[in-house]
């Protein structure tokens, strides 16, 4: 008896110690890889979705997370977005305070989520609020930015060479820590600064700013925009002309952030994006009337070539019109640019969005604000928490136990996902030799009228050539061969649900609920579709 307990001691000890090492075990560091104009990010070795969301600014606090942790779990999120202060995390120059990262890196392994942290360091949504004190109270060594009539304005400058150096090293710090805290990688990629850029004025206008304004422009800059210049040197007005502030501006921020991207990098080699207050991108306004100096639209090569460290430019989606919404997400889907959705937000119906951003093979989609540090809105208050949260909840609960599977079809190139436009009844989606037509608010008879609000969206991938996974809300599939004068037969039409990687059947779908198409309402329904013709 006493052996047995001895030896069954000496194996819970040798399994604790396995468990333990397991723990520690490093685990491949995350990574963006391009395969055939595709991209995925890379988590463990494989292609991860990001079902994300970003907290409010002020809750990534210790004595704050009681309230973000819930409404995570809530929404059935992978992946948890929030800051890093640098007026934390170094509170005297050179003294580096790693208890709030610790803090978030221990909840978000208790609570079974990736994080991806946002530095807040020299740039705020185009401020230096985040600044330490000590920087604060030193504006002659940390300077702002000169505005037209050389008054200080509410943004730092990047032409400051103290801040960018302390910039860089605080963020190598914080980098270094990641590495050495984090050999199991709860930390898949790190935002540069949040919305970097100006309000207020279009870019600094002290003297050695002008100096460079009126220098010929770099020739990477000229060759990455295509500017075709009169003068074989141009200067940044010569160059682009009503837009010279806005590019000068662009290219002397991207510098900045390049080189806090590139130190942090050089020690330990996570994905780094940085992200953009937008311009409308139907009706793009004068400059002046967006953030002048963030990797907008129309300055993203003008960031490419400055910070080429940074592997993504992000937008913060919070438009409420859906046409403008989409073009973001066009905009952002580029040969050189992975598309992801670091913050978005606008009514909740803009949630059936994040299937249009899937459809441009997107890596990651996080909703802003989602805990329940405080109401969202005016309106929000008294209501029940839950209640803004539901439906990306909604779209979470459905992808999330099929995640690395979505993942990798998209990688693959195999998954095209709509979500429904006022106005627009049916689309087809093609897959060479079938056609899947999706139609929104669909009756008996097959007239597509329209969801009365337009919620519906739709998922579909190519397992094999006659097999598809489709999935989604309010609205109807159905497939039809490509070639004219064949029919297209359902062979089997399964329901059930991804469990480990494998398709777990639950019941066959026939009858009434295919002789119409195959119909999803607001349940989580998940279908495996084998066709044939006659
Ligand atoms: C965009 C910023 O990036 C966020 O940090 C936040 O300030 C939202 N705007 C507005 O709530």
Redesign the pocket.
């Known amino acids: 008896m006493k052996i047995a307990s001895a030896i069954l001691a000496a194996c819970m000890a040798a399994s604790a110690a396995a468990s333990l090492h397991a723990q520690v075990k490093e685990r491949p560091i995350p990574r963006v890889v391009k395969k055939d104009g595709r991209f995925a990010l890379f988590v463990d070795d494989a292609p991860f979705l990001m079902l994300g969301a970003q907290t409010h600014?002020s809750s990534a606090w210790p004595a704050a997370l009681p309230k973000v942790w819930p409404a995570m779990e809530y929404l059935n999120v992978n992946t948890v977005e929030t800051p890093v202060y640098w007026e934390q995390f170094e509170p005297r120059p050179g003294q580096f305070d790693y208890t709030v990262i610790d803090a978030l890196l221990a909840g978000a392994r208790q609570h079974r989520v990736r994080l991806v942290l946002l530095w807040f360091g020299t740039w705020k949504?185009g401020s230096q609020h985040y600044m330490p004190e000590w920087m604060k109270l030193a504006p002659d060594r940390y300077p702002h930015i000169l505005d037209k009539n050389g008054h200080a304005a509410d943004s730092p400058s990047p032409y400051a060479t103290a801040s960018l150096e302390a910039d860089k090293k605080a963020f190598v710090a914080f980098m270094r820590h990641l590495k050495a805290a984090d050999p199991e990688r709860t930390v898949i990629m790190v935002q540069v600064e949040?919305?970097p850029g100006t309000w207020g004025s279009l870019r600094d206008y002290s003297p050695e700013a002008q100096r460079l304004f009126e220098a010929p422009v770099p020739p990477e800059v000229l060759a990455a925009m295509q500017v075709k210049a009169a003068s074989p040197s141009p200067n940044w007005p010569a160059a682009f002309g009503p837009e010279a502030d806005v590019c000068f501006h662009a290219w002397s921020v991207a510098k900045y952030v390049g080189q806090v991207a590139a130190a942090g990098k050089a020690v330990y080699p996570l994905p780094l994006y940085a992200?953009a207050?937008l311009r409308d991108p139907l009706k793009p306004g004068a400059p002046g009337t967006y953030e002048s100096g963030g990797p907008t639209d129309n300055v993203l090569a003008i960031w490419k070539v400055a910070a080429p460290a940074l592997d993504i430019l992000a937008p913060?989606i919070y438009m409420n019109d859906p046409v403008a919404y989409l073009k973001v997400l066009e905009l952002y889907h580029r040969d050189d640019n992975a598309l992801f959705v670091p913050?978005t937000g606008g009514p909740a119906n803009n949630a059936r969005l994040f299937f249009s951003a899937l459809g441009l093979q997107a890596i990651g989609y996080s909703p802003?604000?989602m805990d329940y540090t405080r109401p969202r809105s005016a309106a929000d208050a008294g209501r029940p928490r839950e209640e803004f949260l539901a439906p990306w909840a909604m779209n979470y609960r459905l992808i999330g136990p099929m995640q690395r599977e979505i993942a990798r079809l998209n990688f693959e190139g195999k998954l095209q996902a709509v979500s429904e436009q006022q106005g627009k009844l049916a689309e087809t989606l093609s897959f060479g030799p079938w056609n899947a037509v999706v139609s929104y608010g669909a009756t008996r008879n097959n007239r597509a009228a329209g969801n009365p609000e337009p919620t519906g969206r739709i998922l579909v991938a190519q397992l094999k050539d006659n097999q598809f996974l489709v999935t989604g809300f309010s609205c109807r599939v159905d497939f039809q061969p490509a070639a004219a004068g064949q029919h297209r037969q359902f062979l089997r039409v399964e329901e059930g649900s991804y469990e480990n990687g494998v398709f777990k059947f639950l019941r066959i779908w026939n009858g009434d609920e295919t002789d119409w198409g195959l119909n999803f309402g607001a349940e989580p329904v998940v279908l495996r579709v084998s066709l044939a013709t006659y």
């Open positions: 600014n949504n949040n919305e992200n207050a913060d913050e802003f604000g």
